[in-house]
């Protein structure tokens, strides 16, 4: 399975953003992990595909959300309230089964997509 991620950008605090992911092939949860510079990489949220529970990080609840379009394969992260701490590197990652909060080299990784938040 590829991801395959899109949407990041430079963007002015308190702005939105729009995140995408596409998976090339049958996945049962799919979700979003930041890697701030210099710091690791931290759990977001994550979905399940097909039931669409999804459950999120403290820090990003109320501010993003992470839904999806079964017919293409895709989620996406709507993030609004943007954060100048909310600069980094979003990856998408999917797995088999669920998605936990540790980032595990078992899951499916996007490359990576860059959101920069300006003050």
């Known amino acids: 399975v590829q991801l395959q991620a899109s949407g990041g950008g430079l963007v002015q605090a308190g702005d939105s953003l729009r995140l995408s992911c596409i998976a090339s092939?049958?996945?049962?949860?799919m979700g979003w992990f930041r890697q701030a510079p210099g710091k690791e990489r931290e759990f977001l949220t994550a979905?399940?595909?097909?039931?669409?529970?999804?459950r999120s990080a403290d820090s990003v609840k109320g501010r993003f959300t992470i839904s999806r379009d079964i017919s293409k394969n895709t989620v996406y992260l709507q993030m609004n309230s943007l954060k100048p701490e909310d600069t980094g590197v979003y990856y998408c990652?999917?797995?088999?089964?669920?998605?936990?909060?540790?980032?595990?080299?078992?899951?499916?990784w996007g490359l990576g997509t860059h959101v920069t938040v300006s003050s």
């Open positions: 990652a999917a797995d088999h089964t669920a998605l936990t909060s540790t980032p595990s080299e078992r899951y499916y």
């Open positions: 092939g049958r996945i049962y949860s």
């Open positions: 979905i399940t595909l097909y039931s669409g529970v999804t």
